[in-house]
Protein backbone atom coordinates (compact mmCIF):
# COMPACT_ATOMS: atom_id res chain seq x y z
CA UNK A 1 0.00 0.00 0.00
CA UNK A 2 0.99 3.50 -0.49
CA UNK A 3 0.06 7.15 -0.42
CA UNK A 4 1.31 10.33 -1.08
CA UNK A 5 1.06 13.31 1.48
CA UNK A 6 1.26 16.62 0.19
CA UNK A 7 2.72 19.27 2.61
CA UNK A 8 2.11 22.93 2.68
CA UNK A 9 4.92 24.93 4.03
CA UNK A 10 5.42 28.50 4.87
CA UNK A 11 8.85 28.92 5.39
CA UNK A 12 11.73 26.96 7.51
CA UNK A 13 10.83 24.89 10.44
CA UNK A 14 10.08 21.60 11.49
CA UNK A 15 6.22 20.71 10.58
CA UNK A 16 4.28 17.66 12.49
CA UNK A 17 2.30 15.25 10.70
CA UNK A 18 2.39 12.28 12.64
CA UNK A 19 -1.72 12.25 13.33
CA UNK A 20 -1.68 11.94 9.49
CA UNK A 21 0.46 9.14 8.57
CA UNK A 22 -0.89 7.28 11.96
CA UNK A 23 -4.45 7.82 10.17
CA UNK A 24 -3.47 6.06 7.25
CA UNK A 25 -1.95 3.26 8.38
CA UNK A 26 -4.75 2.63 10.79
CA UNK A 27 -7.05 2.59 7.85
CA UNK A 28 -4.50 0.29 5.99
CA UNK A 29 -5.54 -3.83 6.26
CA UNK A 30 -1.69 -4.62 7.27
CA UNK A 31 -1.31 -5.16 11.40
CA UNK A 32 2.37 -5.91 11.22
CA UNK A 33 4.54 -4.38 8.15
CA UNK A 34 7.35 -1.44 8.08
CA UNK A 35 6.30 2.22 6.95
CA UNK A 36 8.88 4.16 5.02
CA UNK A 37 8.34 7.63 4.54
CA UNK A 38 10.29 9.13 1.67
CA UNK A 39 10.49 12.91 1.03
CA UNK A 40 10.86 13.71 -2.94
CA UNK A 41 13.24 17.25 -2.83
CA UNK A 42 16.50 17.94 -1.60
CA UNK A 43 16.31 20.41 0.43
CA UNK A 44 13.74 19.48 2.91
CA UNK A 45 14.11 16.23 5.59
CA UNK A 46 12.03 13.97 7.50
CA UNK A 47 12.61 13.55 11.59
CA UNK A 48 11.53 11.64 14.36
CA UNK A 49 11.86 14.44 16.87
CA UNK A 50 10.38 15.07 20.68
CA UNK A 51 7.05 16.32 20.56
CA UNK A 52 5.94 17.42 23.79
CA UNK A 53 7.72 20.83 24.16
CA UNK A 54 7.87 22.97 20.87
CA UNK A 55 11.11 24.42 21.87
CA UNK A 56 12.85 21.01 21.00
CA UNK A 57 12.03 22.32 17.31
CA UNK A 58 12.79 25.72 17.23
CA UNK A 59 16.36 24.79 18.88
CA UNK A 60 17.12 21.97 16.28
CA UNK A 61 15.94 24.47 13.75
CA UNK A 62 18.75 27.54 15.38
CA UNK A 63 21.43 24.27 15.87
CA UNK A 64 21.23 23.90 11.93
CA UNK A 65 21.16 27.14 11.47
CA UNK A 66 24.22 28.06 13.04
CA UNK A 67 26.21 24.71 11.84
CA UNK A 68 24.92 25.73 8.09
CA UNK A 69 24.13 29.59 8.08
CA UNK A 70 23.23 31.17 4.62
CA UNK A 71 26.53 32.08 2.33
CA UNK A 72 25.38 35.66 2.46
CA UNK A 73 27.56 34.43 6.05
CA UNK A 74 31.57 35.33 5.53
CA UNK A 75 32.40 31.71 6.62
CA UNK A 76 30.22 30.27 3.81
CA UNK A 77 32.08 32.42 1.05
CA UNK A 78 34.31 28.93 -0.36
CA UNK A 79 30.58 27.17 -1.52
CA UNK A 80 29.95 28.24 -5.22
CA UNK A 81 26.49 27.02 -5.79
CA UNK A 82 24.67 30.15 -4.72
CA UNK A 83 23.03 31.50 -7.35
CA UNK A 84 19.82 30.36 -6.41
CA UNK A 85 19.66 32.37 -3.30
CA UNK A 86 21.52 32.34 0.23
CA UNK A 87 19.48 29.62 1.53
CA UNK A 88 19.60 27.24 -1.00
CA UNK A 89 23.15 25.04 -1.00
CA UNK A 90 23.35 25.30 3.34
CA UNK A 91 19.27 23.51 2.39
CA UNK A 92 21.17 20.98 0.17
CA UNK A 93 23.71 20.22 3.00
CA UNK A 94 20.98 19.92 6.17
CA UNK A 95 19.41 17.66 3.67
CA UNK A 96 22.69 15.76 3.73
CA UNK A 97 22.86 15.80 7.38
CA UNK A 98 19.10 14.68 7.90
CA UNK A 99 17.45 12.38 6.93
CA UNK A 100 15.61 12.40 3.58
CA UNK A 101 13.50 9.09 4.42
CA UNK A 102 12.23 7.47 7.83
CA UNK A 103 11.08 3.33 8.21
CA UNK A 104 9.39 2.95 11.32
CA UNK A 105 7.73 -0.26 12.46
CA UNK A 106 3.90 -1.07 12.42
CA UNK A 107 2.97 -3.11 14.97
CA UNK A 108 -1.18 -4.44 15.87
CA UNK A 109 -1.88 -1.48 13.41
CA UNK A 110 -0.45 1.49 15.12
CA UNK A 111 3.07 2.91 14.35
CA UNK A 112 5.76 1.93 17.16
CA UNK A 113 6.75 5.25 17.89
CA UNK A 114 7.94 6.03 21.40
CA UNK A 115 5.94 7.92 23.59
CA UNK A 116 7.47 11.10 23.41
CA UNK A 117 8.42 10.55 19.17
CA UNK A 118 6.78 12.73 16.39
CA UNK A 119 7.48 12.91 12.39
CA UNK A 120 8.02 15.87 11.17
CA UNK A 121 8.72 17.71 8.33
CA UNK A 122 12.03 20.06 8.11
CA UNK A 123 11.36 22.87 5.34
CA UNK A 124 15.34 23.91 5.05
CA UNK A 125 14.26 26.85 2.28
CA UNK A 126 12.88 30.43 3.33
CA UNK A 127 10.27 31.06 0.43
CA UNK A 128 6.99 29.07 0.75
CA UNK A 129 7.07 25.60 -0.84
CA UNK A 130 4.66 22.75 -1.25
CA UNK A 131 6.47 19.24 -0.24
CA UNK A 132 5.42 15.99 -1.08
CA UNK A 133 6.15 12.75 0.53
CA UNK A 134 6.14 9.27 -0.29
CA UNK A 135 4.66 6.31 2.07
CA UNK A 136 4.67 2.84 1.70
CA UNK A 137 4.06 -0.43 4.24
CA UNK A 138 5.17 -3.45 3.34
CA UNK B 1 8.49 -10.92 12.20
CA UNK B 2 9.16 -8.78 15.05
CA UNK B 3 10.82 -8.28 18.36
CA UNK B 4 12.57 -5.77 21.25
CA UNK B 5 15.64 -5.70 22.55
CA UNK B 6 15.51 -3.75 25.95
CA UNK B 7 19.31 -2.06 26.47
CA UNK B 8 20.24 -0.99 29.58
CA UNK B 9 22.53 1.96 29.56
CA UNK B 10 24.97 3.13 31.99
CA UNK B 11 25.86 6.44 30.73
CA UNK B 12 27.11 8.46 27.07
CA UNK B 13 28.45 6.55 24.22
CA UNK B 14 28.56 3.76 22.34
CA UNK B 15 26.95 0.39 22.87
CA UNK B 16 27.51 -2.67 20.36
CA UNK B 17 24.79 -5.41 20.23
CA UNK B 18 25.27 -6.85 16.81
CA UNK B 19 25.53 -10.25 18.40
CA UNK B 20 21.73 -9.96 19.71
CA UNK B 21 20.82 -9.17 16.57
CA UNK B 22 22.88 -11.75 14.74
CA UNK B 23 21.41 -14.18 16.44
CA UNK B 24 17.92 -13.49 16.17
CA UNK B 25 18.49 -12.83 12.62
CA UNK B 26 19.46 -16.80 12.92
CA UNK B 27 16.45 -17.90 14.44
CA UNK B 28 14.08 -17.03 12.39
CA UNK B 29 12.98 -18.96 9.23
CA UNK B 30 13.26 -15.71 6.61
CA UNK B 31 16.35 -16.01 4.79
CA UNK B 32 16.24 -12.98 2.55
CA UNK B 33 14.56 -9.99 3.75
CA UNK B 34 14.96 -6.90 5.11
CA UNK B 35 16.25 -6.64 9.01
CA UNK B 36 14.88 -2.80 10.19
CA UNK B 37 15.92 -1.68 13.59
CA UNK B 38 14.00 1.39 15.49
CA UNK B 39 15.11 2.88 18.21
CA UNK B 40 11.97 4.58 20.69
CA UNK B 41 13.87 7.45 22.21
CA UNK B 42 14.66 11.17 20.62
CA UNK B 43 17.79 11.08 22.82
CA UNK B 44 19.34 8.01 21.61
CA UNK B 45 20.35 6.77 18.39
CA UNK B 46 21.51 3.66 16.04
CA UNK B 47 24.72 3.50 14.15
CA UNK B 48 26.53 0.93 12.21
CA UNK B 49 30.51 1.50 12.56
CA UNK B 50 33.57 0.21 12.84
CA UNK B 51 34.05 -2.81 15.59
CA UNK B 52 37.44 -2.87 15.35
CA UNK B 53 39.68 -0.98 16.89
CA UNK B 54 37.46 0.72 20.47
CA UNK B 55 38.87 4.07 20.10
CA UNK B 56 36.72 4.62 16.58
CA UNK B 57 33.95 4.23 19.40
CA UNK B 58 35.54 6.71 21.78
CA UNK B 59 36.60 9.16 19.05
CA UNK B 60 33.32 9.31 17.71
CA UNK B 61 31.43 10.52 21.05
CA UNK B 62 34.12 12.87 21.71
CA UNK B 63 33.56 14.70 18.18
CA UNK B 64 29.66 14.63 18.74
CA UNK B 65 30.31 16.43 21.87
CA UNK B 66 32.27 18.76 21.06
CA UNK B 67 29.88 19.33 18.39
CA UNK B 68 26.87 19.49 20.25
CA UNK B 69 28.58 20.70 23.73
CA UNK B 70 26.44 20.74 26.92
CA UNK B 71 24.42 23.59 27.41
CA UNK B 72 26.20 24.88 30.18
CA UNK B 73 28.69 26.13 27.37
CA UNK B 74 28.79 29.61 26.78
CA UNK B 75 28.39 28.72 22.70
CA UNK B 76 25.18 27.00 23.25
CA UNK B 77 23.75 30.02 25.42
CA UNK B 78 21.09 30.11 22.52
CA UNK B 79 19.22 27.10 23.50
CA UNK B 80 16.14 27.45 25.51
CA UNK B 81 15.10 23.89 26.00
CA UNK B 82 17.48 23.34 29.24
CA UNK B 83 14.71 22.52 32.19
CA UNK B 84 15.24 18.74 31.99
CA UNK B 85 19.76 18.83 32.00
CA UNK B 86 22.54 20.47 30.42
CA UNK B 87 22.74 17.13 28.28
CA UNK B 88 19.18 17.07 27.17
CA UNK B 89 18.95 19.65 24.18
CA UNK B 90 22.19 18.35 22.91
CA UNK B 91 21.31 15.00 23.14
CA UNK B 92 17.44 15.88 20.70
CA UNK B 93 20.14 17.49 18.44
CA UNK B 94 22.35 14.60 18.57
CA UNK B 95 19.61 12.43 18.02
CA UNK B 96 18.27 14.42 14.61
CA UNK B 97 22.05 14.21 13.53
CA UNK B 98 22.61 10.13 13.60
CA UNK B 99 19.93 7.77 12.90
CA UNK B 100 16.68 6.74 14.84
CA UNK B 101 16.47 3.69 12.56
CA UNK B 102 19.03 1.03 10.57
CA UNK B 103 17.57 -0.92 7.87
CA UNK B 104 20.14 -4.32 6.47
CA UNK B 105 19.99 -6.57 3.85
CA UNK B 106 19.49 -10.09 5.49
CA UNK B 107 20.84 -12.38 3.02
CA UNK B 108 21.33 -16.13 3.14
CA UNK B 109 20.23 -16.22 6.82
CA UNK B 110 22.50 -13.59 7.51
CA UNK B 111 23.34 -10.24 8.41
CA UNK B 112 24.51 -8.57 4.92
CA UNK B 113 27.64 -6.77 7.00
CA UNK B 114 31.03 -5.75 6.05
CA UNK B 115 33.58 -7.34 7.64
CA UNK B 116 33.93 -4.32 9.95
CA UNK B 117 30.87 -3.36 10.28
CA UNK B 118 28.82 -3.36 13.92
CA UNK B 119 25.36 -2.06 15.20
CA UNK B 120 25.62 0.50 18.11
CA UNK B 121 23.42 2.24 20.21
CA UNK B 122 24.61 5.93 20.93
CA UNK B 123 23.33 6.77 24.11
CA UNK B 124 23.45 10.73 24.19
CA UNK B 125 21.79 11.48 28.36
CA UNK B 126 24.46 11.34 31.11
CA UNK B 127 21.90 9.51 33.44
CA UNK B 128 20.89 5.95 32.82
CA UNK B 129 18.24 4.16 30.54
CA UNK B 130 16.83 1.71 29.74
CA UNK B 131 16.62 2.07 25.77
CA UNK B 132 13.93 -0.20 23.65
CA UNK B 133 14.80 -1.39 20.30
CA UNK B 134 12.19 -2.83 17.94
CA UNK B 135 13.90 -5.49 15.26
CA UNK B 136 11.54 -5.66 12.44
CA UNK B 137 12.18 -8.75 9.78
CA UNK B 138 10.08 -8.65 6.02
CA UNK C 1 14.97 -9.68 -5.21
CA UNK C 2 18.96 -8.63 -3.80
CA UNK C 3 21.86 -7.93 -5.82
CA UNK C 4 25.00 -5.80 -5.50
CA UNK C 5 27.10 -3.10 -6.50
CA UNK C 6 30.88 -2.66 -6.98
CA UNK C 7 32.16 1.20 -7.63
CA UNK C 8 35.53 1.36 -8.03
CA UNK C 9 36.36 4.95 -6.85
CA UNK C 10 39.24 7.26 -7.37
CA UNK C 11 39.39 8.83 -4.49
CA UNK C 12 37.37 10.93 -2.11
CA UNK C 13 34.25 12.67 -3.35
CA UNK C 14 30.51 11.88 -4.48
CA UNK C 15 29.85 9.34 -7.07
CA UNK C 16 26.49 9.15 -9.17
CA UNK C 17 24.79 5.56 -9.66
CA UNK C 18 21.46 6.43 -10.11
CA UNK C 19 20.82 5.15 -13.36
CA UNK C 20 22.42 1.34 -12.78
CA UNK C 21 19.90 1.29 -9.75
CA UNK C 22 16.88 2.45 -12.03
CA UNK C 23 18.17 -0.13 -14.71
CA UNK C 24 18.33 -3.18 -12.26
CA UNK C 25 15.22 -1.75 -10.56
CA UNK C 26 13.11 -2.11 -14.40
CA UNK C 27 14.58 -6.06 -14.87
CA UNK C 28 12.42 -6.99 -11.87
CA UNK C 29 9.21 -8.18 -11.42
CA UNK C 30 8.05 -6.39 -8.58
CA UNK C 31 5.96 -3.31 -9.73
CA UNK C 32 5.48 -2.15 -6.45
CA UNK C 33 8.29 -2.01 -3.23
CA UNK C 34 10.77 -0.99 -1.23
CA UNK C 35 14.38 -1.02 -2.42
CA UNK C 36 16.61 -0.51 0.24
CA UNK C 37 20.89 0.03 -1.09
CA UNK C 38 23.38 -0.98 1.86
CA UNK C 39 27.01 -0.04 1.57
CA UNK C 40 29.41 -2.71 3.64
CA UNK C 41 31.82 0.19 4.82
CA UNK C 42 32.38 2.88 7.50
CA UNK C 43 34.13 5.00 5.66
CA UNK C 44 32.01 5.54 2.87
CA UNK C 45 28.31 7.16 2.58
CA UNK C 46 25.32 7.13 0.60
CA UNK C 47 23.09 10.14 -0.17
CA UNK C 48 20.32 11.17 -2.30
CA UNK C 49 20.84 14.69 -3.44
CA UNK C 50 20.74 16.85 -6.33
CA UNK C 51 21.78 15.85 -9.52
CA UNK C 52 21.16 18.92 -11.52
CA UNK C 53 24.38 21.22 -10.88
CA UNK C 54 27.84 19.53 -10.36
CA UNK C 55 28.53 22.12 -7.67
CA UNK C 56 26.37 21.09 -5.05
CA UNK C 57 28.63 18.03 -5.07
CA UNK C 58 31.73 19.51 -4.73
CA UNK C 59 30.01 22.07 -2.37
CA UNK C 60 28.72 19.02 -0.35
CA UNK C 61 32.10 17.74 0.13
CA UNK C 62 34.12 20.97 1.19
CA UNK C 63 31.37 21.42 3.75
CA UNK C 64 31.96 17.77 5.31
CA UNK C 65 35.77 18.45 4.91
CA UNK C 66 35.37 21.76 6.73
CA UNK C 67 33.46 20.36 9.62
CA UNK C 68 35.54 17.07 9.89
CA UNK C 69 38.98 17.84 8.56
CA UNK C 70 42.14 15.34 8.79
CA UNK C 71 43.38 14.79 11.81
CA UNK C 72 46.27 16.44 10.70
CA UNK C 73 44.64 19.70 11.51
CA UNK C 74 45.52 21.35 15.55
CA UNK C 75 41.44 21.27 15.75
CA UNK C 76 41.37 17.34 16.14
CA UNK C 77 44.39 16.39 18.35
CA UNK C 78 42.19 15.14 20.43
CA UNK C 79 41.26 12.00 18.18
CA UNK C 80 43.05 8.50 19.49
CA UNK C 81 42.43 6.46 16.50
CA UNK C 82 45.07 7.97 13.55
CA UNK C 83 47.47 5.16 12.96
CA UNK C 84 45.60 4.52 9.96
CA UNK C 85 45.86 7.91 7.95
CA UNK C 86 44.98 11.43 8.84
CA UNK C 87 41.81 10.91 6.45
CA UNK C 88 40.58 7.77 8.82
CA UNK C 89 38.95 8.65 11.95
CA UNK C 90 37.37 11.48 9.83
CA UNK C 91 35.96 9.55 7.36
CA UNK C 92 34.15 7.43 10.32
CA UNK C 93 32.86 10.14 11.64
CA UNK C 94 31.53 11.41 8.20
CA UNK C 95 30.34 7.72 7.70
CA UNK C 96 28.34 8.23 11.18
CA UNK C 97 27.11 11.61 10.35
CA UNK C 98 26.35 10.60 6.77
CA UNK C 99 23.54 7.72 5.97
CA UNK C 100 24.82 3.84 5.33
CA UNK C 101 21.47 2.92 3.63
CA UNK C 102 19.05 4.57 1.60
CA UNK C 103 15.08 3.14 1.05
CA UNK C 104 13.90 4.40 -1.90
CA UNK C 105 10.11 2.99 -3.04
CA UNK C 106 9.67 1.91 -5.97
CA UNK C 107 5.93 2.64 -8.01
CA UNK C 108 4.81 1.51 -11.22
CA UNK C 109 8.21 -0.20 -11.60
CA UNK C 110 10.33 2.61 -11.31
CA UNK C 111 12.19 4.48 -8.47
CA UNK C 112 9.78 7.10 -6.88
CA UNK C 113 12.92 9.94 -6.48
CA UNK C 114 12.06 13.49 -7.05
CA UNK C 115 13.22 15.43 -10.21
CA UNK C 116 15.98 16.72 -9.07
CA UNK C 117 16.83 13.70 -6.88
CA UNK C 118 20.35 11.27 -7.37
CA UNK C 119 21.52 8.43 -5.66
CA UNK C 120 25.47 9.01 -4.88
CA UNK C 121 28.11 6.96 -3.24
CA UNK C 122 30.11 9.78 -1.27
CA UNK C 123 34.02 8.52 -0.42
CA UNK C 124 35.46 9.81 2.48
CA UNK C 125 38.92 8.01 1.81
CA UNK C 126 41.75 9.81 0.13
CA UNK C 127 43.08 6.32 -1.78
CA UNK C 128 41.15 4.45 -4.34
CA UNK C 129 38.74 1.64 -3.10
CA UNK C 130 36.24 -1.08 -4.76
CA UNK C 131 32.74 -0.11 -2.89
CA UNK C 132 30.25 -2.52 -2.24
CA UNK C 133 26.79 -1.68 -1.58
CA UNK C 134 24.17 -4.32 -1.77
CA UNK C 135 20.40 -3.60 -3.45
CA UNK C 136 17.68 -5.29 -1.73
CA UNK C 137 13.90 -4.47 -3.70
CA UNK C 138 10.72 -5.76 -1.37
Known amino acids: MNTQFSIPKSGPGLYEFTDDVARWVARQETSEGLLTLFVRHTSASLVIQENADPEVQTDLQAFFHKLVPPTTDPSMAYLTHTYEGPDDMPA??????????????????ALALGTWQGVYLFEHRNRPHQRSVVAMLR
Chains 1, 2, 3 share one sequence.
Open 92 to 109: HIKAALLPTHVSIPVLDG
